[in-house]
């Protein structure tokens, strides 16, 4: 009865505090885990934008950080030059993604090698897109020699071994999926292949991503979930992405960046606002991990990890 108790008396304290949760996440003393999402870059300039993001981020000493990786293996030579570069200049783990798309199974498998002969030792196992500019939610035929989903794909990675596999999960679902039922079905596939944690795609509804946790873990899944978080403050690009992958929009939020479109300034504020409530809210229905989808920028991701309490621990050469 002391557990319910307590439960009971911390959910009575912040119905009567004063304070939002953006406040009450200042006086966190618990450990709240951190990891960044990075995109390969195309051109110089970006390659130093991307480092001076990696460079802002380190000191955080995130659990470890993810490098995408386009559809078709269309990013795989500088994805793995990223990753190289991460390993050989930092202390950060990173998490090299890994898509099945348009791809062999022994192409896959010679990747998954290469990996692990330079050092990495976390793969993020997704399908990837469909190929030929349909993007998510296009019309996906799996190559009769490839590996035909994430499942078989995470399979792959486990069979090789050596690996820890995070995977993609749809609070809102997944575009080509029939239900959120088939979601968490595949979701349950994914944990049995050997995937070791699940991280969202980002959303903006937090009461449909806590239904989706409910539903999970009902489902009997217990690996990590870890909520997907992308502090956007371009609402044009924000439609394009959320269009895509399912995720909706809701109508406050669109309320808010309403007529800033010549305003950067204030959609960044508005940003960090959103992203860091949604945060403090997640952490309060008991969240220690959060993802972020940095968009290979730093300001606004630093700022809500300092709302979560998350401080500089690592000394950068």
Same mark, same amino acid.
Request: net charge negative; glycine share 8%.
């Given at each position: 009865?002391?557990?319910?108790?307590?439960?009971?008396?911390?959910?009575?304290?912040?119905?009567?505090?004063?304070?939002?949760?953006?406040?009450?996440?200042?006086?966190?003393?618990?450990?709240?885990?951190?990891?960044?999402?990075?995109?390969?870059?195309?051109?110089?300039?970006?390659?130093?934008?991307?480092?001076?993001?990696?460079?802002?981020?380190?000191?955080?000493?995130?659990?470890?950080?993810?490098?995408?990786?386009?559809?078709?293996?269309?990013?795989?030579?500088?994805?793995?030059?990223?990753?190289?570069?991460?390993?050989?200049?930092?202390?950060?783990?990173?998490?090299?993604?890994?898509?099945?798309?348009?791809?062999?199974?022994?192409?896959?498998?010679?990747?998954?090698?290469?990996?692990?002969?330079?050092?990495?030792?976390?793969?993020?196992?997704?399908?990837?897109?469909?190929?030929?500019?349909?993007?998510?939610?296009?019309?996906?035929?799996? +190559?009769?020699?490839?590996? =035909?989903?994430?499942?078989?794909? *995470?399979? !792959?990675?486990?069979?090789?071994? @050596? /690996?820890?596999?995070?995977?993609?999960?749809?609070?809102?679902?997944?575009?080509?999926?029939?239900?959120?039922?088939?979601?968490?079905?595949?979701?349950?596939?994914?944990?049995?292949?050997?995937?070791?944690?699940?991280?969202?795609?980002?959303?903006?509804?937090?009461?449909?991503?806590?239904?989706?946790?409910?539903?999970?873990?009902?489902?009997?899944?217990?690996?990590?979930?870890?909520?997907?978080?992308?502090?956007?403050?371009?609402?044009?690009?924000?439609?394009?992405?959320?269009?895509?992958?399912?995720?909706?929009?809701?109508?406050?939020?669109?309320?808010?960046?309403?007529?800033?479109?010549?305003?950067?300034?204030? +959609?960044?504020?508005?940003? =960090?606002?959103?992203?860091?409530? *949604?945060? !403090?809210?997640?952490?309060?229905? @008991? /969240?220690?991990?959060?993802?972020?989808?940095?968009?290979?920028?730093?300001?606004?991701?630093?700022?809500?990890?300092?709302?979560?309490?998350?401080?500089?621990?690592?000394?950068?050469?």
């Amino acid at each position: 009865m002391t557990g319910s108790s307590t439960n009971l008396a911390e959910a009575r304290a912040l119905l009567l505090s004063p304070l939002g949760p953006v406040a009450r996440a200042g006086s966190n003393r618990e450990t709240v885990r951190v990891s960044f999402e990075f995109f390969p870059p195309k051109t110089d300039e970006a390659e130093v934008n991307l480092w001076k993001a990696i460079r802002r981020l380190e000191p955080l000493n995130p659990a470890f950080v993810s490098v995408t990786y386009g559809a078709g293996g269309s990013t795989r030579e500088r994805t793995h030059r990223t990753v190289q570069r991460i390993i050989a200049e930092t202390a950060l783990r990173p998490a090299a993604h890994l898509t099945c798309v348009d791809a062999s199974r022994d192409e896959v498998d010679e990747v998954i090698a290469s990996y692990k002969a330079v050092g990495v030792d976390h793969i993020v196992a997704l399908r990837g897109d469909p190929p030929g500019g349909g993007g998510i939610g296009g019309v996906y035929q799996p +190559r009769a020699d490839g590996y =035909a989903n994430a499942t078989e794909l *995470t399979a !792959a990675i486990s069979r090789i071994g @050596g /690996f820890d596999v995070t995977v993609g999960a749809y609070p809102e679902k997944h575009p080509e999926s029939p239900s959120i039922d088939h979601d968490i079905e595949v979701l349950k596939a994914k944990v049995d292949a050997g995937a070791t944690r699940a991280i969202s795609q980002f959303f903006f509804d937090i009461d449909a991503f806590l239904r989706f946790r409910d539903r999970v873990r009902a489902a009997g899944v217990t690996i990590p979930l870890i909520p997907g978080v992308m502090p956007v403050s371009n609402f044009a690009g924000l439609q394009r992405m959320s269009g895509a992958c399912g995720t909706s929009i809701p109508d406050w939020l669109q309320a808010h960046f309403d007529g800033l479109d010549d305003d950067p300034e204030t +959609r960044k504020l508005l940003a =960090a606002s959103v992203a860091a409530e *949604t945060c !403090a809210r997640l952490h309060e229905e @008991g /969240f220690s991990d959060f993802h972020f989808y940095t968009l290979n920028r730093a300001d606004l991701v630093y700022a809500i990890c300092r709302v979560l309490g998350v401080r500089e621990t690592m000394a950068v050469a």
